[in-house]
């Protein structure tokens, strides 16, 4: 197999053909340093959710503005006695649902508890509100740290303009994306060397508005950062805002990496893990196979 | 292309599920043991400093506008010290009350209620961020703590100011008074007040008659109530289990600013 010579940036269309074997070749889809920043960012988030749910639970209550509505808040959780037996109930805008089991009341230490979120999504498992916040802290310099290092090597190498911003071409083409995607029917040959439109734009929305927004807004939340710009709470309408905000962005990071797994799964697991360990991906068939 | 039956995919989602289990004892036993929380723990030196070099230490906490206060400001920890010398105190409107200023000081004081009414004041309507997340809007009106520093006059060594409380708190260690400390930095803040008024009455006892610290740039944790005594120190390794505060012992960060 031949490698891109050292020295030279490798990227995805540096293809590294393997000999031609009935349409069958591989190509080095992911550099090194996206490889290593994916699995840092894939553990520091993990650790951030969980660690940030410990953390709502100890106001599972979400408002706007900068001060808590406590008796009608926009969102909130909590447990309650009903027929003679404790309920979970989740509020979001004045409809209540039974969440029992989930959200609001859940099984902790054997037992019935409340909170927020259940003991399996958080970190610590049982309610303890100063260590959630001593891995949230340590794990928002990982994150912070590591996206510093993927941003300044996406921009250095061009990965930014090269393999995420769609072309005219792609964006002309993507209701077909759409309807090929729904259908399970991934690129094959040439495609499929780059990302497709819509992974494009998914990436491109997660790395530049999601995760940027989602820090801004955590930063927001600390009484000193708000006295050294308070200009920023204020676009953010305010420190309740910006904590919805803050947890708004957590469910959208929530819902791209389910999407994302899900996609993972279904389009050559191994062949994706692979790409993202040891860059290599195999890419099988041509385009007039679809 | 269609979607194969792929067994490995079930065995990997099965895997995933047995690893998350592993992963969540695992962050548990993490969290208990002493290593592992002080490299958890080792940021908060970096994010004092940085946070500080960011606002350059003399920046104010928003403020806002009386339409701005919260109709009801929520009590939280104590709402009354049942120190016995605290209720009689309390029985006669603190007028017989002293607050101590001791410790590292050229000039100890002694001042009543009255007095420290009669000193450079500030009134601020500033928001209130407790540690659990929810955040209220109230006025404050109280003495300067600068002037009163300046009047007693700190010695050279003193490096934090800590207020002693009369109310005490659980612990498994059993009832633990409250304290609270900051530093000089905070202290000579212009926002930093031992506030007597609250939304233009006298501080409520649930709110901490009858001073509280406002320290603005701060979570709720380091607005001590009902403080009895500031000491001057230059290190608070020897107060209480030696963190610096009744909720740093507890196992939040003595920094609060986050």
Not at chain 1, 108 to 123: N, V, Y
Not at chain 2, 164 to 169: Q, S
């Amino acid at each position: 197999m031949d490698l891109p010579p050292p020295g030279t940036a490798p990227h995805m269309s540096d293809m590294a053909e393997t000999a031609p074997r009935a349409g069958r070749f591989t190509i080095l889809r992911h550099p090194l340093t996206i490889r290593i920043t994916h699995w840092v960012n894939v553990l520091a988030l993990l650790v951030m959710l969980m660690s940030g749910l410990q953390i709502f639970n100890a106001h599972p209550a979400l408002d706007w503005g900068n001060i808590s509505a406590f008796e009608h808040p926009l969102l909130s959780m909590t447990a309650m006695m009903k027929d003679g037996k404790p309920v979970g109930v989740t509020t979001v805008f004045g409809h209540s649902f039974d969440t029992t089991g989930v959200l609001g009341l859940s099984t902790s230490d054997g037992r019935p508890s409340p909170r927020g979120f259940p003991s399996w999504a958080t970190i610590p498992s049982y309610q303890d509100l100063a260590t959630g916040r001593v891995w949230h802290f340590f794990f928002a310099w990982v994150l912070v740290l590591n996206g510093f290092v993927y941003l300044i090597y996406a921009l250095a190498s061009r990965h930014v303009w090269r393999d995420l911003i769609p072309s005219a071409a792609q964006l002309r083409h993507i209701g077909r994306d759409i309807i090929d995607h729904a259908r399970f029917r991934f690129p094959k040959g040439e495609e499929a060397k780059h990302y497709n439109v819509l992974q494009k734009l998914a990436y491109l929305s997660i790395v530049f508005v999601v995760l940027p927004l989602i820090v801004l807004a955590g930063l927001c939340l600390s009484p000193q950062f708000d006295a050294d710009y308070p200009w920023l709470v204020a676009l953010f309408g305010g420190r309740q805002s910006a904590r919805t905000i803050h947890f708004l962005c957590a469910t959208a990071l929530v819902l791209f990496v389910l999407v994302h797994v899900f996609m993972v799964l279904v389009s050559g697991v191994w062949n994706n893990l692979r790409s993202m360990i040891t860059g290599r991906y195999t890419i099988e068939g041509d385009a007039h196979d679809r | 292309m269609t979607v194969e039956h792929d067994p490995t995919r079930r065995r990997l989602l099965k895997g995933g599920t047995a690893a998350a289990a592993l992963m969540l004892s695992g962050c548990d036993r993490l969290s208990e043991s002493d290593w592992f929380r002080q490299i958890l723990e080792s940021v908060e030196g970096l994010n004092l400093r940085i946070q500080r070099a960011l606002g350059r230490g003399k920046e104010l906490a928003p403020e806002y506008t009386a339409a701005d206060l919260s109709p009801l400001f929520k009590v939280n920890g104590n709402d009354d010290a049942e120190d016995d010398r605290y209720q009689k105190h309390a029985d006669t409107q603190f007028a017989d009350w002293k607050l101590e200023v001791g410790g590292l000081v050229e000039q100890p004081l002694q001042l009543s209620l009255a007095e420290l009414r009669a000193l450079p004041a500030r009134t601020q309507i500033t928001r209130h961020d407790c540690v659990e997340g929810w955040s209220c809007i109230g006025k404050w009106t109280g003495a300067r703590l600068a002037p009163i520093l300046q009047q007693a006059r700190l010695k050279p060594e003193a490096r934090y100011i800590v207020f002693h409380c009369a109310d005490t708190m659980p612990s498994w260690k059993g009832p633990q008074p409250y304290y609270e400390s900051i530093d000089l930095d905070d202290a000579f803040h212009e926002q930093t007040i031992l506030a007597y008024d609250m939304n233009d009455q006298p501080l409520p006892i649930a709110h901490g008659a009858p001073i509280r610290l406002r320290a603005e740039r701060h979570l709720g944790y380091k607005q001590a109530k009902f403080v009895m005594k500031l000491e001057a120190v230059t290190s608070f390794r020897n107060i209480g289990d030696g963190k610096g505060s009744y909720w740093a012992d507890q196992g939040y960060s003595w920094y609060a600013g986050i």
